[in-house]
């Protein structure tokens, strides 16, 4: 095995050709979040963003985006605004431990891969399994909502019509390229999400990174910013990324003075409703298990953390710490 570790705009076009052949193999592998558009975007915003290209017998086979975090210790590209990740490779059978190894790397931590992802099995930690939540809409919207009973149509109505009578007609703008929209949603999102707001405050490149990946426009990652109205007033924005299998949700978010009328929720079926009309199939919900995504999801997919450790006793070592004195949630 040869590993060679550059930076993602490094990769030309025989590199970017087998990199999306490798997200093809798989469903959930053609993420957005697992794209070379990601990588790059987030590359040329973070000097400590690089990928490692794995060959067998002169054969590109995998590649492992990752930025270099403290002491030889790697994270997943994007870290933390990636929702999914993971080797993108050929389906050869490889030796993570010596991918690692080869990216002269002390260890590399990842927090949501797919389950389906056998040469990280070894490595994963205990009890962090959890549930990629996705609709499917592939009979379209109508159908959507049949599936989902009448008691779910007649809420989603009368949260619709209260808002209506209270502060205007509601429609759905489906990317706006209007700078505000995004500004507002960033605004928002720091008002309400500490950890966000911690994003913003330690980390110039955060901005920037969402920045670019809304005005995405590749087949492996297109940036697109929702926007819902009552009246002229914006009530909820999203910014998502469309990928081969549909759109993944990255950043929503919602007016709070008018919580009472659940908008966020509320930009879900306007959002659906578009979707499935301009042809998005699926629109994946990520992990976590907030109300919203159980009473909208119809599918999920199982994502797990863990972590690779070039040396076999750092491996058994934190994992006795583990045991020992930490969560089975958190890193070591």
Known sequence: MRVTVVRPEELGPLEAGLWATFQHSSPVMSSPFLSLTFAQAVGRSRSNAHVAVVEENGKIEAFLPFELASSGIAVPIGWPMNDLQGIIGSGAHLDARSVVRGAAL????FAHVPAEQTALAPYRYRGTFVQ???MDLTDGYQSYLKQRGKSFIKRSAYTRRSIERHVGPVSLEWNSPSPEHLRQLIDWKADKYG???????????????????????????????????AGERAVAIHMGLIGPRGLCVWLPTYDRDLSRFSPGTMMWFAVAEEASSRGVTRIDFGYGGDRYKLHLTTESHAVVGGAVWASRTEQFGRAVYRRLFQHPHSPA
């Open 106 to 109: 002390r260890g590399w931590r």
């Open 132 to 134: 990629g939540r996705e």
């Open 195 to 229: 950890g966000f707001a911690r994003l913003l405050s330690s980390d110039p490149t955060a901005v920037r990174i969402i920045e670019e990946l809304s005005r995405a426009n590749s087949g492996d990652c297109c940036g697109v910013v929702n926007v819902l109205f």
